[in-house]
């Protein structure tokens, strides 16, 4: 097919995105209301989304396994109790193949941009195939963004690294063929996904050369196998996954009260403060000590979960870790602030994502852009997580302000699902043409929502990505509980938005 070749769709749904909350989307349109006209549009090459995409040695999930799976779809096979990129991705696929949704997604697909047509109250939506380059003019009734937060690789620029004579790789990235046996590695990045691939890469290389900006705090944690006795029970009897679930997801929902600003709060984050210092201190080189402790508090920045071989690898003698900024790059190494060069064949980049995922050209009623309509907020912004004003039938599934510090990601995409479902059966069912939120309602949910997050540690001065750099405004981080986004999502009313 020619590069100017032009295809043209109709459908009721389109989906953005083959992750996590677009297989949910899908699933619990048939699940739920019977309906199998939707379409999912995916620009990589396969279903999976984040775990497609992060491929990288030791990449594993950091939430238990009974919480890391769908609540209609539970997994009795996960081995391990933070399961591994490949067992999620795995588990992954066979939703996918059990709910037949295989045949609604095209891969290799980017979306260019969407323009609500008020007339016929439909989206028409721009997308480009990557393999054939042909456009695709895809319209429908409701448009719905499921691409998630972890999407674009922050991009890494410096004097001579075009001359750089070894691969730069990002680990969302992470190519099959990677050779890092017997080579002198530079990694860039502190956090959860560096403190999961050093361990797997640190007795194959010649040298792992650490550089960090900001310490984390982490927390102590063991992988255990989860034997086949345990399987077959979580298989065959029934409740008994479910219990599991319910257990682990309210221990893990007792972290959120260590999060607010008052004494109690305090005290409770205070105490695992400590105790994070305490195991760094244990084991980790005392030489590296001042690099790792954070001076923040707990809970401003995403804490990092490790099983001991991360500290343990920093014993290495080939294992270094620094905080002396690099400067420039050579064909064979790196240079840094303090004149110190370090031999490098292999550049690993753990620097995390470019968080603009919503940044598209999205158009709304009047021709105003998405962009236009944040600029009036402030910054990025959806009410309840999911819609803007003057964008009738668009929606979010896991969109501003959704993400959460503690607990399961999976639960969100669950409710937000659920919350949309609600909210488009009416269109759906030919009741409605059109659902869109009062912007009153839009700016008193915005407005609570940032006196809401004052009052809690996301508010402190410590540099995240949770913050806006330019506002100062947190429009990553749900700062209610869990139980409160169940309410919300599943019996919050409905007479905030307008039918027509």
């Known amino acids: 097919m020619s590069s100017d070749s032009q295809i043209e769709r109709v459908n009721d749904v389109v989906i953005i995105g083959a992750g996590f909350s677009g297989l949910t989307m899908a699933c619990q349109l048939q699940r739920k209301l019977n309906h199998f006209d939707y379409v999912i549009y995916e620009r990589s090459a396969e279903i999976g989304g984040t775990w497609w995409a992060n491929k990288y040695p030791g990449c594993a999930v950091d939430i238990p396994a009974a919480c890391y799976s769908l609540s209609?779809?539970?997994?009795?096979?996960?081995t391990k109790f933070f399961p591994s990129q490949k067992e999620v991705l795995s588990y992954i696929w066979k939703v996918a193949d059990k709910y037949n949704v295989r045949p609604h997604v095209f891969c290799n697909v980017e979306c260019e941009g969407a323009l609500w047509n008020n007339e016929r109250k439909r989206w028409l939506v721009k997308l480009r195939d990557s393999i054939s380059r042909c456009t695709i003019l895809q319209e429908c009734k409701i448009l719905i963004s499921a691409v998630g937060a972890l999407v674009n690789s922050k991009p890494f620029s410096l004097p001579g690294t075009d001359l750089f004579q070894g691969p730069i790789i990002h680990t969302a990235r992470w190519p099959q063929d990677a050779v890092v046996r017997g080579k002198n590695v530079v990694v860039v990045g502190n956090g959860a996904s560096v403190a999961q691939l050093i361990p797997s890469i640190a007795q194959e290389a010649r040298s792992i050369a650490q550089f960090i900006r900001t310490p984390h705090y982490y927390i102590p944690s063991r992988n255990v196998d989860i034997g086949s006795a345990w399987r077959n029970l979580f298989l065959y009897v029934p409740g008994v996954l479910l219990i599991l679930r319910l257990i682990i997801f309210l221990y893990l929902e007792t972290a959120s009260f260590m999060f607010g600003l008052d004494a109690r709060s305090k005290n409770l984050r205070h105490h695992y403060a400590d105790r994070s210092k305490e195991y760094v201190r244990r084991v980790a080189p005392e030489k590296y000590w001042p690099l790792l402790l954070p001076r923040y508090e707990l809970g401003c920045k995403r804490r990092v979960f490790e099983n001991q071989n991360y500290m343990k690898c920093l014993q290495e003698d080939h294992v270094s870790l620094t905080d002396d900024p690099?400067?420039?790059?050579?064909?064979?190494?790196?240079?840094?602030?303090?004149?110190?060069?370090y031999p490098a064949d292999v550049i690993v980049l753990a620097t995390g994502s470019s968080l603009t995922q919503w940044d598209t050209n999205i158009y709304g009623r009047d021709g105003r852009s998405q962009s236009d309509h944040w600029k009036s907020y402030g910054c990025i912004e959806a009410y309840h997580s999911i819609a803007m004003s003057g964008f009738p039938n668009f929606f979010y599934i896991l969109g501003p302000n959704s993400g959460r510090g503690h607990t399961s990601k999976?639960?969100?995409?669950?409710?937000?699902?659920?919350?949309?479902?609600?909210?488009?059966?009416?269109?759906?069912?030919?009741?409605?043409?059109?659902?869109?939120?009062?912007?009153?309602?839009?700016?008193?949910?915005?407005?609570?929502?940032?006196?809401?997050?004052?009052?809690?540690?996301?508010?402190?001065?410590?540099?995240?990505?949770?913050?806006?750099?330019?506002?100062?405004?947190?429009?990553?981080?749900?700062?209610?509980?869990?139980?409160?986004?169940?309410?919300?999502?599943?019996?919050?009313?409905?007479?905030?938005?307008?039918?027509?």
């Open 72 to 78: 209609f779809a539970p997994n009795a096979e996960f």
């Open 326 to 341: 690099i400067t420039a790059v050579k064909k064979h190494s790196i240079l840094t602030r303090s004149g110190k060069e």
């Open 410 to 500: 999976i639960y969100a995409i669950e409710s937000y699902t659920t919350q949309v479902l609600r909210i488009v059966t009416p269109i759906l069912k030919g009741q409605r043409k059109s659902v869109e939120v009062k912007p009153e309602k839009e700016k008193e949910y915005h407005e609570r929502l940032q006196l809401e997050i004052e009052k809690t540690v996301w508010a402190t001065s410590c540099a995240s990505y949770f913050i806006d750099s330019e506002t100062g405004k947190n429009w990553f981080i749900y700062p209610w509980s869990s139980f409160r986004m169940w309410y919300t999502t599943r019996l919050g009313s409905l007479e905030d938005r307008t039918y027509e």
